[in-house]
């Protein structure tokens, strides 16, 4: 029979002992030093220069002085002096300088974050469930460096999954970045958690950005290939659409700019003869030339042109904001068709 217990190392009564107190409170001395484990620390490689009768310590690697060759060991301060207790692999104690738990791997004490180990779920200030396997509840969350950098890894099975950053406001969902359903990283925002709104898509093939919203600057909407073409508007004379607006129609071609400006033209238009007599010259009949879109009400374009023939020019009476009376003059009698070339400029706000 052994002389002591096989997990404890506690000393055993033998039959006929004498003194058995003896062996009893050396036995109970033992339990008081490893039962309920909690040291002081676990760095130090010599004993502190005071210490009282229970102070328990885990010896660190290198131990000198009274404690040298006892590394790993438990080193509790008795009446007699320094007495230590060897742990065995899966032993625990609670290190109170550290204010966390250390377990010994069979060579050194480790706490959670110094071993390998992981965690089916983990909470901390909350409560984790299946989904959200990993909760934390806190003011910030600090992720720092381990060398030269740091990463933060979302990774996904497929292109069709999600891999993104979700943002939300009462559980409900206002803004998410990411590669959402597919390989292009974009920025989406919501007002209530069901509209949502690309506000930028980065192509994954590419790299070239896009803002399907449109982008602005200071409020000011910033103009690219993709909207400086197209109809122009206005609200209350500020514009509010595109740069340059370009059209045509049977009366004509027109450009409208931002800034209010319309030029219209027609290359196409022509009289049948400029040979009535008017004064020494001589006159064709009257041409009304209907602008291909009107001007702003009221108000009076500039109208000039040509007539393609020699010895000829256009004239025309007053302008209104939806056309124009022509007419080609001459030095001399112009009996067949004239050709005129008209242009209007003005504003259509």
Known sequence: ??????????????????????????????????????????????????????????????????????????????????????????????????????????????????????????????????????????????????????????????????????????????????????????VKVSGDGSAWFTGLQVAAATGVVDFPQGLTRAGSQVFARSNILGPVSQAAGVPAGAVIERGSNANGEYIRYADGTQICWRNTLSV???????????????????YPVAFVTGSTPVVSGMADAVDCWLSHAAPVAASVSLRVLALVTKAGTVGVRAMAVGRWF
């Open 272 to 290: 049948a003869s400029a040979s009535t007599a008017l004064g020494s010259g001589f006159t064709s009949a009257a041409l009304t030339w209907t």
């Open 1 to 186: 029979m052994s002389d002591s217990t096989d997990i404890l190392g506690l000393p055993l009564i033998l039959p006929a002992q004498a003194q058995k107190h003896v062996t009893h409170n050396e036995a109970l001395l033992a339990l008081d030093a490893v039962v309920q484990l909690a040291v002081l620390d676990r760095n130090r490689t010599a004993p502190p220069v005071t210490a009282v009768p229970g102070d328990r310590h885990l010896v660190a690697v290198s131990a000198t002085g009274l404690w040298v060759g006892q590394e790993g060991r438990i080193a509790v301060m008795t009446g007699t002096g320094w007495q230590f207790h060897a742990p065995v692999p899966g032993w625990r104690a609670w290190v109170l300088a550290e204010q966390r738990e250390a377990v010994f791997d069979g060579l050194t004490w480790k706490t959670p974050d110094e071993g390998e180990g992981g965690f089916a779920r983990l909470g901390v200030g909350t409560s984790p469930d299946a989904v959200n396997r990993l909760a934390v509840a806190s003011e910030a969350v600090l992720m720092t460096h381990q060398g030269a950098g740091m990463q933060l890894k979302l990774n996904k099975a497929a292109a069709a999954h999600t891999a993104s950053l979700l943002f939300q406001t009462a559980w409900s969902g206002r803004a998410e970045m990411g590669t959402a359903g597919g390989s292009d990283f974009s």
